[in-house]
């Protein structure tokens, strides 16, 4: 059950690009992150109506925390994917973001069998030709510099994560977002930029938060199921960006990269057989 959350994840990652990626075209990518993370936030609110918890101060603390991480990864992430495109940002972000939990869950004592570490050594394996197979751009030094600091606020928001408690239900993810689209309206209100995007594109950019929240929902619950599957599950989202780079953006994709996927399945099919 894990590793399905941890895949669901990946595909509303997935889905949160496809729009995205409409809005940072029109305008700057931190005006667009606070109309994401608003809209991420609202669904994260009315999700407390729906999954049973209580309000405990811990793991909201957690999910406030988290919300630090992931602003500033997503920012990061739509910032290297316009620089670099979604064959060298997805990945690059993916693997951090998925090898300091893998790591942390482990330290924590929520140790994978064998099988379940051979699946995530291959799956981080594909992920590594995903991102070695991208073409090479004027752009590709500065967008794997943003994408590398991308993963590291992933990898860190998605580790505090990780010692959630069941019981406190969607109270952390609604504070994670709390936290996250408040530190876009500080850096915006700072450099003096458009607090909203162009009216044209509010549409996907409401979709995008949508998706986003969908993102964090599944994952909290993911880990209360199997924390190691479920931050591999999620680790795939770079299959789902880059198809969605390719056929939305018309991003380049090679045989290697597409060996790298296919690599990428086959361990986190691993991972769900455990």
Do not use: K
């Not at 972000?93 to 893998?102: C, G, K, M, N, Y």
């Amino acid at each position: 059950m894990g590793a399905l959350f941890g895949l669901l994840t990946s595909v509303s990652i997935g889905t949160s690009d496809l729009f995205g990626r409409r809005v940072v075209t029109r305008c700057h990518v931190l005006s667009a992150m606070i109309v994401f993370q608003g809209a991420a936030a609202l669904v994260s609110l009315a999700v407390l109506l729906f999954i049973p918890g209580s309000f405990a101060g811990d793991d909201f603390g957690r999910g406030l925390a988290s919300g630090l991480g992931l602003g500033a990864g997503l920012a990061l992430y739509y910032t290297s994917l316009d620089r670099a495109g979604s064959a060298i940002a997805a990945p690059i972000v993916a693997t951090l973001s998925a090898v300091i939990p893998f790591a942390y869950t482990a330290l924590r004592g929520h140790e994978p069998p064998l099988i379940g570490i051979i699946g995530a050594a291959v799956a981080f394996g594909g992920l590594g030709l995903v991102t070695a197979g991208g073409t090479r751009g004027a752009h590709i030094a500065a967008g794997t510099v943003w994408a590398t600091l991308s993963g590291l606020g992933y990898g860190v928001g998605l580790s505090v994560l990780v010692d959630l408690s069941e019981s406190s239900g969607a109270w952390p993810g609604f504070g994670q977002r709390l936290t996250s689209v408040a530190l876009m309206a500080v850096v915006v209100a700072i450099r003096g930029l458009p607090a909203l995007p162009p009216p044209e594109v509010m549409g996907f950019a409401l979709l995008t938060g949508v998706a986003s929240a969908g993102a964090t929902i599944f994952y909290i619950i993911g880990i209360w199921f199997d924390p190691p599957a479920t931050v591999v599950g999620a680790s795939m989202f770079p299959v789902m960006s880059v198809i969605v780079g390719r056929l939305a953006y018309q991003d380049s994709l090679n045989a290697r990269q597409g060996a790298g996927i296919v690599a990428a399945v086959a361990g986190v099919t691993a991972v769900v057989s455990t």
